[in-house]
């Protein structure tokens, strides 16, 4: 079993949607939990970032943690095509980030 | 605020071959963790450094390695290149530690043919 589980889709939706990305994992040693956008050819870019269960928001973003479910989501409310790219969990400990293999998503005008 | 500086931006090297890469951290952060990124594998962790020690390193082959410097500036070495290192290499930048809020360069796609 993978450490981290995350479906690779791709996911297209049309702009206002709500999108729902989610991982699950399996290590309980797992503390932080971050979502991470990575557009083609760039670099992954920090979206959000949270150590304890429950919801954290930022603009049209929520990161959700249940620890007890070791299951990770992250919402996009009003979705708009520069969303589009590429969405990677991770969590940490032992002072590396363990990723899922990201979740395409594309937003149509 | 400057960000993660990784240098080249892309590389073609050949077989058999050693190659550098190198990482400025974003400035006050001390922890430079290295990633290689694949189209099958993902992201996958190859070692962290603070304060000029490596403090975990992933499950790759000893050709590859990597220092940190007094400034946390950060090189990563491969050396006998083989076509299957052929990936994006992510340098990732912490204040303290590489399992917290890292924050990646641009990274440097590295071709070997």
């Known amino acids: 079993q993978k450490e981290v589980e995350q479906d690779p889709g791709p996911l297209s939706v049309p702009e206002g949607a709500i999108v729902s990305l989610n991982c699950t994992y399996s290590n309980s040693a797992f503390q932080y939990f971050m979502w991470y956008r990575q557009y083609s050819r760039k670099g992954p870019e920090l979206l959000m970032y949270?150590?304890?269960?429950g919801n954290k928001e930022d603009g049209r973003f929520t990161a959700q943690v249940d620890k007890s479910s070791k299951y990770i989501s992250l919402f996009i409310r009003d979705s708009q095509p520069s969303d589009s790219a590429t969405y990677l969990c991770?969590?940490?400990?032992?002072?590396?980030?363990?990723f899922g293999k990201g979740t395409l998503l594309t937003v149509n005008p | 605020k400057a960000g993660v500086t990784q240098t080249p931006r892309y590389l073609i090297k050949t077989r058999g071959q050693q190659v550098t890469l190198s990482c400025s951290p974003i400035?006050?952060?001390?922890?430079v963790s290295w990633y290689q990124q694949t189209p099958g594998q993902g992201l996958q962790f190859l070692f962290e450094?603070?304060?000029?020690?490596?403090?975990n390193k992933g499950n790759f082959p000893g050709r590859f390695s990597g220092r940190q410097f007094s400034n946390s500036r950060s090189e990563m070495n491969v050396s006998t290149l083989e076509l299957g290192d052929s990936a994006l290499y992510l340098c990732?930048?912490?204040?303290?530690?590489?399992?917290?809020?890292?924050?990646f360069g641009q990274g440097t796609r590295l071709t070997v043919v």
């Open positions: 991770a969590m940490g400990s032992n002072y590396k980030l363990t």
């Open positions: 400035s006050g952060h001390r922890s």
């Open positions: 990732a930048s912490s204040h303290i530690t590489g399992e917290t809020e890292a924050f």
């Open positions: 949270t150590y304890s269960s």
């Open positions: 450094y603070f304060s000029e020690t490596q403090r």
